[in-house]
């Protein structure tokens, strides 16, 4: 095929996943003609976005920015709902637990009320009278945010994928990207099927983004990660336990209630072995700790929950060094935009994402806080 013959898009997606499927979306909706390529079939068990649900909160600590960006994430989730008729966002109540020895909600607490999160602060008596099936040390606060929850992670990616097909985009499955060359105005997207050439293009692929190298090369290292689901009995299930989050000694940990019989679901945030592209991903079991560190956590809080293992899961995260992502321009090519980096807690914000990338590609600006997020922070 000539390049005379093939189509041209106002931007082409590589990577269709929670970041990808959420700008296809938005572009679309805007009227531009829009291109997802993704290597896999989106949702898929192979990338950052699979085994839901995900946390959604919003009493953030970091920059305040994203407090902002969870609330404007939240309306967009229940759009999604309301445009696609699909159940997406679940409002669980999200419990944050921790060692006040280890950490303190203090700071974050009061920024987040500033900027209207309805959130409050538990002492360990407060808590475990709440949830009994609780057992916390005195030395453990709570800060619990009633309007937080859960969002259905798989799902929300299929709502943007119909809602994108269904406002015009194009979406291209199992199809690698090989490369991407740009000049200003115009990129091409190499895969094994042919190129494809369009004015502008959004990089999305997780955490295969050191395979985009040497065109883009971005400081992102791709973690194995595990999560369990253990049996547990109805006063962990949905409806009477919230999702939560838990910093301790032993590390940091999240987790879900009990939703349709899959039992507690629960992962750890820190710790994790590097993964490269291409590289075999080691199945859960594969290592001691995969169902030891959750176990050990929730015979120690939640002893109630350590019932049998019924499921493990194997995801990834993709860490920057400072654990902040990024959403910004191509050092060299204005119209090649980048949104990569989510470090474990961006799915979250995917909403607000594909609204910030659509601005940016269609305005030129955005209006969301995003200069935490610039590529200048590491010297790029
Ligand atoms: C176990 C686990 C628990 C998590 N819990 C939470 C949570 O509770 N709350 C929260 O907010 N976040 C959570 N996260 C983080 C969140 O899921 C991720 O930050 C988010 O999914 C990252 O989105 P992404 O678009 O960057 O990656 P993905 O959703 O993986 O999308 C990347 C896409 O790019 C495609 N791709 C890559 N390279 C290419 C290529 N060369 N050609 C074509 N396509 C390509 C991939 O196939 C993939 O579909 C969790 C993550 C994990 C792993």
């Known amino acids: 095929m000539s390049i005379a013959d093939q189509p041209v898009y106002d931007v082409i997606i590589v990577g269709a996943g929670s970041m990808g499927m959420s700008a296809g979306y938005h572009l679309a909706r805007r009227g531009v003609r829009t291109l997802l390529i993704d290597a896999f079939d989106p949702p898929h068990t192979q990338g950052s976005h699979h085994g839901e649900p995900r946390l959604i909160r919003h009493a953030y600590s970091g920059d305040p920015a994203y407090i902002d960006l969870a609330l404007r994430a939240q309306q967009l989730w229940e759009e999604a709902e309301a445009e696609s008729g699909k159940t997406l966002l679940v409002r669980s109540g999200v419990l944050n637990l921790a060692d006040s020895g280890v950490y303190s909600f203090a700071g974050r607490l009061e920024e987040a009320q500033k900027r209207g999160v309805r959130a409050e602060r538990l002492p360990a008596a407060d808590i475990t009278r709440r949830w009994p099936v609780l057992n916390l040390p005195e030395s453990f606060e709570a800060m619990y945010e009633p309007d937080a929850g859960y969002l259905y992670s798989e799902q929300c990616?299929?709502?943007?994928?119909?809602?994108?097909?269904?406002?015009?985009?194009?979406?291209?499955?199992?199809?690698?990207?090989?490369?991407v060359t740009a000049r200003e105005g115009s990129v091409t997207v190499h895969t094994k099927n042919g190129d494809y050439h369009g004015a502008a293009a959004v990089l999305s692929a997780g955490a295969w983004f050191s395979s985009l190298s040497p065109f883009v090369s971005l400081p992102i290292k791709a973690i194995r990660k595990v999560v369990g689901w253990f049996d547990s009995p109805p006063a962990f299930n949905?409806?009477?336990?919230?999702?939560?989050?838990?910093?301790?000694e032993e590390g940091g940990f999240y987790g879900f209630p009990g939703i349709g019989g899959a039992g507690l679901k629960i992962g750890r945030h820190d710790t994790g072995e590097e993964w490269k592209p291409g590289q075999a991903l080691a199945p859960f079991?594969?290592?001691?700790?995969?169902?030891?560190?959750?176990?050990?956590?929730?015979?120690?809080?939640?002893?109630?929950?350590?019932?049998?293992?019924?499921?493990?899961?194997v995801c990834k995260y993709e860490h920057t060094p400072d654990e902040d992502f990024i959403i910004d321009r191509h050092p060299a090519y204005s119209n090649v935009l980048l949104a990569g980096g989510f470090s474990g807690h961006g799915f979250k914000f995917s909403s607000v994402v594909g609204e910030i990338l659509a601005d940016l590609a269609v305005q030129g600006h955005t209006g969301h806080p995003i200069k935490p997020f610039a590529l200048s922070r590491f010297n790029i």
């Open 157 to 179: 990616i299929t709502a943007y994928r119909e809602l994108a097909l269904a406002h015009g985009a194009t979406l291209l499955t199992d199809t690698p990207v090989l490369d």
């Open 285 to 313: 079991g594969s290592l001691e700790s995969d169902e030891g560190d959750l176990r050990r956590v929730l015979e120690a809080y939640m002893p109630g929950a350590a019932g049998r293992l019924l499921k493990g899961a």
């Open 238 to 248: 949905a409806g009477n336990f919230p999702g939560f989050t838990l910093g301790a």
